[in-house]
Every structure is written in C-alpha cells, then in structure tokens.
C-alpha cells in the first residue's frame, strides 16, 4: 500500500529485516534493510523423545488464521486423518475444523508443545524468519515450512506438505524417526541467544553512528510538525533534510497510542504545525496545539477544499488570523478565497529530480494507474470501452496500481502492479491517461510531464488535454496516436522544463521557507515572522 510504503521511504529511518529473504523484497520496495537476526534459541544437548501419537503443531491466531494457513492445515488434517493436529495461537476453536485439529488457544509453555509434537507445520501466505520454527529446530523436532531453512523441508504447496508429513508419519509408525539433528546443529550455529544478541548491539551501534552522521539542524533553524496526507508529509520531511538548512522537520502519526504521544511532544516542541492536504485533524494534536498556542499552516491541495466547503463550523474556524494557508495551485486558491480564506500559492514539492527527457517509444503507449481499492472511481470502465473501441490499433498499454481491468482479446496490454519508482516506466509511454471522477494534485501528472509525456486529465492545467467525458478521452487520444503514426509527436520538452522549475524539491522547498519567514523576497506578515524560533509566547501571542 502506497500510503504505508511511501512514508517508510522517506523518512529518515534505519530498516531492518528479521530475515534474509527480506532483504530482496524491501529493496524491490525501495527501502534499503540490513538483515538482523532475531530470533534465538538454544539448541538442545538431548531431545525429548517423541510422542506415541504422531502429532503435528501448527500456529494459527485469531484473526489472521486465514493468512497463516488454516485452510491448508485442515487439508493436510483430513489428508492425515491418524495424525493428530495441535493449534497455538489466540483465540478458540473452529466448528468446522477436521476432528483430528484440537486448538490450544495461546500458551504460555511453547517448550513443551514443541515437545510433544513431531513436527512443526507452518504454511502462512508470507513470512519473516519465524521464531517458533528456530524453537522447533533447537528442539530437535522436524519442520515443514513454505520457506527454505537448513534443518527444514521446504513445502512449495499443501501436496508437498502432505507428502513430507506423510512420510514423517510413516517413519514414525515403523519406529524409525529420528530428531532433527540437522536442525539442532543449524539453530546452535547460526541463532545462540549470545550470538544473536551479540549481533543486534552491534546493528544499534551501527544505527547509532549513521544517526550521528547527519548533519545538526542550524542554529536558526524553524522545526515543523506535519501532518496530513502520509505521502506528501513524508516527502516534505525528507526534502526538508536534504535540500534546506533553515527548515527541521518531524512527521507526525497516530496509527498507534505511542505515536500519537511522541507526535503531540513533537508539536509542543515544534515552532509551526504544518497540515497537508487535510480538513480536519486528530482531537489530540487540536489539543496540544491551542494548549501550546502553536501557529498553524494549512497546505490546501483540493479534496480537501471540497471537504472544507460543507463543514460551516471549519470554514469559520480556518477564517482565524492563527491560521496561514497554501494553496497548491491558483484553482484551489480561487476555490479558498470564495470561502472567505485568503492563501497563498506555493506548490508542494511532490516530484523527485528529472535528470533527462527521454525520447517517446516507437510503439504508442498509454499508461494506466488503476488501484485495488475502487477502480472505477480511476476510470476503469471508460478505459475498457477505450480498449474495446481502438482494438487493432498499433499501440499498447501499460497498467499499474494492481487494480482489477477487463483488457479486450488481442490488445496489447501489461499489467506491472504497484510500482515505489515510475520513472522508468514513464521513459517508456507516450501519455498517461488518468481519468478521474475527482482529483486534486497528482503526483502522477507532474511526474509524466516532469518526464515529456503527453498527459490526459479529467483536470484542467497547463501542458495537460482536459478530458471531461468518455469522449474525449477517445478523441484526445486518437488525435495523439495520428500524430505519433505520422512522425510529428515529441516529447512535451517545455511541459518537463516549466514542472521542474516550479515543482522539483528544492524549488518547492525555498517557497516553504519563504512562506514560513526565511525567504529574502517574501513580505511576511506579523502572523508568519512569529513562526521564527525562539519567540515568546508574548510575542507569539501578538501575531495572533
């Protein structure tokens, strides 16, 4: 999920992973993780004989079981019907469950599970480096698993689960199975508590360092609290700490209780509460800071703005000298004034750097951006009418998001998913396509004109073909294929020139610091210079 990945990017943060394996995929994610051990055991002298009924251990707690594998388990249970199947795990039984599966609940004496069990199955649709199977290794007990481990057998589906637990219950009905000695000198070797907890302080000495190598804010420097909408909050932060020293800034978050209280000390220490992209905000963070007079700055990007516009008690309150307003371009700053909100414009720095024009790909290509989470509201009807109507035309489509599409038989089409970095992606289309019943900025727009690519917008803005119905969406785009068939179609070279200099970080970051007090050609008002750090409450009070 974007909101969730997007965030983690950018912050300033150390990544860890507790498995190997992870490393790849956070970096296929964009998030550079080092793997650290965690999970620890000690590896047993002598293992605990085995129990006389074979028995096998799964962890199923509610209410994830579905995604660590119920189904499977019961399959492999009724596959299995002389085998008994023990489940870990919070939460009671199942009704439906195959008579042999018996849940535990949670349990505190995890130990003599394992012991009393033959094998551990585990059958999750992703997992890290589970602790539960390093327990069960250490213990000498046997491990089928989805994942590869030295000591384990990996089980690729529930036919090879069943069959490696199959032959596990042979061996033990003949007398013949033996403990997991691989698996007993893997856990001694590699996860020893001493080890493992040797190697974590090394890690957070490691953190510690790469923490102090960041340069110290300067000594005038104005700290922001944001909020608001993950993604740009984030993307603000990170372009504050890498393009301006006169700026700090902290990202505030309330998805759990610890967050929201280390992010309303960051407002009570911060010198301007900076909101983007959102009406209202969390009660707390309203409490602290009228309790701590903070100034507050509103970056308004559009949705918003309609939200505003039927909420009397916001509008009203936003009317307050304590607040200051941005408006992310002059459309949304029209639509505050006709509220009664004075603001200024000052786009947010919602692109990353564009290093080169590329030129536009011998096969026309339209990209696509259709989420999992209501696609059509993205357009995907009026882009499977779209498909269905230029069947046989030379082109060829490129989808991302992940968002489910009908595509017609025999058109070109690729479906990438979700994709952290599109600018690869964006050197190899002719134009995107977003056809939205309600948009405010797009990120996706800048990037693609940021790139030279034609752009076809429910919205109206400069370089960009407004598209207001399912016709126009046809026609704009038949018109932009004739002109690539005859030759004549280039890159929007003066679209990427004019997006770069007004929406590239730093330039976007030097309108921030203007807006808050530190720009050599903007005018503040009382209300903003009281923004500058180290001003009493007195003199704060006298900007409001």
């Known amino acids: 999920m974007p909101e969730i990945l997007e965030p983690l990017r950018l912050q300033n943060l150390v990544h860890w992973a507790c498995g190997a394996h992870l490393v790849p995929e956070l970096a296929a994610l964009g998030i550079d993780a080092r793997y650290v051990k965690i999970a620890a055991a000690p590896a047993c002298d002598v293992p605990a004989p085995f129990p006389r009924e074979f028995t096998v251990l799964a962890y199923l707690p509610k209410p994830l079981r579905d995604f660590y594998g119920q189904a499977d388990v019961w399959e492999a249970a009724r596959a299995l019907p002389d085998a008994r199947f023990v489940i870990v795990g919070e939460g009671g039984g199942e009704a439906c469950a195959p008579k042999n599966v018996h849940y535990a609940g949670e349990v505190s004496d995890m130990d003599r599970r394992i012991d009393e069990a033959c094998v551990l199955l585990r059958m999750p649709q992703h997992d890290g480096l589970a602790v539960m199977a390093i327990e069960a290794l250490a213990r000498g007990r046997h491990v089928v698993w989805t994942h590869t481990l030295p000591g384990s057998v990996r089980a690729s589906s529930v036919r090879d689960a069943i069959e490696s637990l199959a032959k596990l219950r042979d061996e033990h009905r003949a007398g013949n199975l033996q403990p997991n000695y691989a698996g007993i000198q893997y856990a001694r070797r590699e996860h020893a508590p001493a080890e493992v907890a040797r190697g974590f302080l090394a890690a957070l000495e490691d953190a510690a360092a790469q923490v102090k190598k960041e340069p110290a804010p300067a000594a005038r420097c104005v700290r922001i609290a944001i909020s608001g909408q993950g993604v740009f909050a984030a993307r603000v932060a990170s372009n504050c700490r890498q393009f301006s020293q006169r700026l700090s800034a902290a990202v505030l978050t309330t998805s759990k209780g610890s967050e929201t209280a280390v992010s309303m ?15 209202s905000a969390p009660h707390a963070f309203e409490i602290t800071s009228s309790l701590m007079r903070k100034p507050r700055l509103m970056h308004w990007l559009g949705n918003d703005v309609h939200a505003l516009a039927h909420d009397a008690r916001l509008k009203q309150r936003y009317r307050s000298a304590r607040f200051q307003h941005l408006a992310q371009n002059e459309y949304v700053a029209d639509r505050l004034r006709e509220l009664g909100i004075s603001s200024r414009v000052a786009p947010l720095a919602a692109i990353p750097e564009t290093q080169k024009v590329e030129r536009l790909p011998e096969t026309f290509t339209v990209l696509l951006y259709l989420p999992p989470d209501r696609p059509e509201f993205y357009g995907r009807f009026q882009y499977e009418r779209l498909m269905a109507a230029l069947t046989g035309e030379r082109m060829h489509y490129i989808i ?35 056809f939205t019943q309600n948009d405010s900025v797009s990120t996706m727009v800048l990037e693609a004109l940021a790139h030279g690519r034609y752009v076809l917008w429910s919205n109206d803005a400069a ?24 030759g004549t179609l280039a890159p929007q070279f003066e679209a990427a020139a004019a997006v770069v200099n007004e929406y590239s970080p730093r330039a976007c970051i030097a309108v921030l610091e203007q807006a808050l007090g530190h720009g050599k050609n903007y005018r503040t008002t009382t209300h903003i210079e009281s923004f500058t750090p180290g001003a009493s409450r007195s003199e704060r009070a006298k900007g409001r």
């Open 265 to 279: 000390l960051e407002i009570a220490r911060s010198d301007v509460w900076y909101t983007i992209g959102q009406s």
């Open 400 to 434: 991302v998001g992940g968002g489910e599409i009908a595509v017609p038989r025999g058109v070109s089409a690729e479906r990438l998913g979700w994709i952290h970095d599109l600018g690869p992606t964006y050197d190899r289309c002719t134009v995107l396509a977003r």
């Open 463 to 486: 370089f960009v073909r407004q598209i207001r119905d399912y016709s126009d969406l046809e026609k704009s785009l038949r018109d932009l294929l004739a002109a690539h068939a005859a």
